[in-house]
């Protein structure tokens, strides 16, 4: 189960980088757009949904990999939201204690997801797709006020 099948062109990297970060940081400034959160969910699905579907099969056939990756993902989401959390509540007060947690747990997994399936293959994008969902699970346990 390789994550790194071919080396990267750079030219292709600027190229991603352009179209995925700079273009849509521009456009942005001008498109002013009402229900932005169900947008983006939308879109999140169109980044999610093809990933799982390619790389349906590594999820039964790999499953010591994908339990690794969880485990790894979960410590790096969770268990770092959870420590900021903790800090920051006896530091700043709760609620800028929640805001330093999802900053340090989140991280832009939907370009990573798509970089890494561009510039390498599929699979190279499944430690993100993983850790997507340590990322919501997070959410729901701020959310819920279980932590």
Request: net charge neutral.
């Amino acid at each position: 189960m390789p994550f790194f099948s071919k080396i990267i062109d750079v030219i292709e990297l600027i190229k991603s980088v352009l179209l995925l970060i700079i273009l849509p940081m521009i456009l942005s400034r001008f498109i002013k757009v009402k229900n932005a959160n169900e947008i983006i969910n939308v879109l999140f699905f169109f980044v999610i949904f093809p990933i799982v579907g390619a790389d349906r099969n590594i999820f039964f056939d790999h499953l010591n990999v994908i339990a690794l990756l969880s485990v790894l993902m979960a410590i790096r989401t969770i268990a770092t939201g959870w420590i900021i959390k903790f800090i920051g509540e006896r530091k700043y007060g709760r609620e800028d204690a929640i805001t330093y947690s999802l900053f340090a747990a989140f991280k832009n997994e939907g370009l990573v997801m798509i970089l890494a399936a561009s510039l390498f293959n599929e699979v190279a994008a499944i430690p993100a797709l993983i850790a997507t969902i340590f990322e919501l699970i997070w959410v729901a346990f701020i959310e819920l006020n279980l932590v």
